[in-house]
């Protein structure tokens, strides 16, 4: 079996040279296969790189300038869907993990890991599993939490309702609503009044923040 070949992006020099400079030193197992410092920059050379070289496994800052490490995962998932991405960043709220596995992000770590773990974590993804740092993972068993006790108040909701709610915040009119569900535009109507009534708001505008709030639809 080859060493995995990994590619970083990071746009602190001192970061990715640190990172680099562990990579090598685990070149029992690891390649290492490039660097860049931003997510263009890092997208355009594993295009032009020949496939026999392309990395297996990309080390992904979240913030960068020119293109951030959630649109470069997203194309990077679009046009190479056999590379694994690995989020490594300081970042450890919920929104930005959920984006990063949103685009197809299969790691997520902190950049407080030592050597092992960058290498269990490189293993680990590079044989199709998922990996997160302990403090991820108690990051989302802490959302999951969350939305539970969320959900628990919306649970008076019907599965109906709950899919006339997320047509409704995907801007879909009365009409686009009944021909996607099958039902009449007068059965819709009574269905948004009824989300109207049990959620306690008075608009379609409200429905939408309580959606949100609640996180009963994915808006990013």
Known sequence: MGRIRVFVMDDHKLVREGIIYLLKELNTSIHFAGSASDGKE????????????????????????????????ALLTKHYPEIKVIALTMLKNSSHIKRMLKEG??????????????????????????YFSPAVAQEIMN???????????????SSRELEVLNLVVADNSNQEIADDLNISVRTVETHKQNLLAKTGTKSVAGLVVYAIKNDLVDIY
Do not use: Q
């Not at 392309?54 to 913030?63: A, Q, R």
């Not at 959302?143 to 909701?157: F, G, I, S, V």
């Open 42 to 73: 890092g997208f355009d050379k594993i295009t032009s790189m020949d496939k026999p070289d392309k990395p297996e496994v990309v080390l992904m800052d979240i913030n960068m300038p020119e293109m951030n490490g959630i649109e470069c995962t």
């Open 143 to 157: 959302h999951m939490t969350r939305l539970k006790k969320d959900k628990d108040t919306t649970a008076n909701l």
């Open 105 to 130: 992000a299969v790691g997520y770590l902190l950049k407080d890991c030592d050597r092992l773990e960058l290498k269990r974590a490189i293993h680990a993804v590079h044989e199709g599993e998922t």
